[in-house]
Every structure is written in C-alpha cells, then in structure tokens.
C-alpha cells in the first residue's frame, strides 16, 4: 500500500484548504482510511476516519469544519478543512488500514494557519 499527500500550504485563519491522498497498491473503498496530524511539539492525532462502509467520523476538534471523503474511481482520500484556525498547524498524513496489509502512512504535507 502506497499513500501520498498533496494540498497542503499556509493560510490565513478563517480560510480553507482541501488536502488530497492518492492511493496506490490497494483500493480505498476496501479499506478503513483516515487523516492524523503532529502539530508542533506534539504526537500525532487521529483527525477523521472512514470505516470500509464508508462511515465517517471525526474528533471534537474538527467537527463541523472538516470533511473527510473518498473519489472511488481515482482511488482519492480527501479532507476538506473549513474555518482553519492557528491550533490546525500541523503535518497532517494520510493512513489506510486494510485486511491483510501492514498499517500504512504517507509522507506527510504541511499545513500552517498564521492568525
């Protein structure tokens, strides 16, 4: 399983960023995939998941401003992040758990919210 991160950058708060995760090596839709991020000075965080049935779930901290979806056919995890505040800085990867299959991680983009 291969994984790989783009969208990533630096805003203002208030504004949006749409983070994109391409998946190789297996199909996504089969899989338990999700988004964690590492702010500074911090451990890394679960932010969403999406369970093989397509259920979605988030932690308190970006309910109502996140978004966490899949595009099937080009085997695509998105994030959409909302009102972005400066607590979002982070490195924020994409993971994918599938039967069979060691837990897998991409490289990591950034994404830093100035106030």
């Known amino acids: 399983a291969h994984l790989v991160e783009s969208g990533g950058g630096s805003v203002q708060a208030g504004e949006s960023l749409t983070l994109s995760c391409e998946a190789s090596g297996f199909a996504i839709f089969s899989c338990g995939v999700g988004w964690y991020r590492q702010g500074p000075g911090k451990e890394r965080e679960e932010v969403s998941w999406m369970d093989s049935h397509g259920h979605a779930s988030y932690v308190d901290f970006v309910k109502g401003r996140f978004t966490i979806s899949q595009d099937v056919a080009k085997n695509t995890l998105y994030l959409k992040m909302d009102n972005l505040q400066t607590d979002d800085t982070a490195v924020y990867y994409c993971?994918?758990?599938?039967?069979?299959?060691?837990?897998?991680w991409g490289q990591g983009t950034q994404v830093t919210v100035s106030s």
């Open positions: 993971a994918a758990n599938c039967v069979g299959l060691p837990f897998a």
